[in-house]
């Protein structure tokens, strides 16, 4: 009976701990609104700018995700897709920076108008349903449905926009004749409600 009873309060004193841990670990992570997302986004750019080694497993002196990225390997693995290396590995990276390891589960939208900063694009093979290309949404689509982002193994390096005519936009993979579709996952809390004032809110020099 009295092993029972130590055992039983080392196991509630375990349980408080996780508790307390994950508490911790979630005030850890700013409230998430479109505007920190972006403030978090444009300190990732400064972390990893622009040309960074970011190429496959096979690529000299690549780097690779090297963060905790729980939620965002679930995601991939519905593709599935590497997030470790490549694209998918810069993906994961910048969104369980952001988002968190485990915290705030990711869903597919049903509007792609809605994109979000921070917010996971998967380029998707209408044919084969592979997936070519993973980035991650530095704005909201604009009145012609165009989008700034940022991308890892864009031809081995990390890539942030440098000019409006970079922009990926939704028309290119709508209709029939489509190669590819887009398919976004946001990981915003549905408690933050879409608000479109991320549209144009990551200028370059022309913009």
């Excluded at 694209?87 to 994961?92: E, L, P």
């Excluded at 705030?104 to 093979?125: A, E, T």
């Excluded at 590819?180 to 004032?197: C, D, H, I, K, Q």
Aim: proline residues 6%; charged residues 20%.
């Amino acid at each position: 009976m009295f092993r029972g009873k130590k055992v039983a309060r080392i196991l509630a004193g375990v349980l408080a701990g996780a508790i307390i841990s994950g508490s911790a670990a979630a005030a850890n992570i700013p409230q998430l609104t479109e505007e920190t997302v972006l403030e978090q986004l444009h300190q990732i750019e400064r972390d990893w700018p622009q040309d960074t080694i970011w190429g496959t497993s096979k690529t000299p002196g690549t780097h690779k995700n090297d963060v905790p990225s729980t939620e965002a390997q679930r995601i991939m693995d519905t593709y599935p897709v590497d997030s470790t290396y490549a694209c998918g590995g810069y993906a994961a990276m910048v969104s369980s920076l952001i988002f968190g390891d485990a915290e705030n589960p990711g869903r597919k939208l049903k509007d792609n108008s809605q994109i979000r900063p921070g917010d996971i694009i998967f380029l998707v093979n209408n044919a084969t349903g592979r997936v070519w290309h993973v980035m991650i949404a530095l704005e909201t689509p604009d009145e012609v449905h165009a989008f700034q982002y940022t991308d890892g193994n864009h031809g081995g390096h990390v890539h942030w926009p440098e000019s409006s005519y970079s922009k990926e936009n939704l028309d290119c993979y709508r209709g029939e004749k489509a190669k590819y579709r887009l398919e976004a996952w946001t990981r915003y809390p549905e408690s933050v409600p879409y608000t479109g004032s991320s549209v144009n809110s990551w200028p370059t020099e022309n913009s």
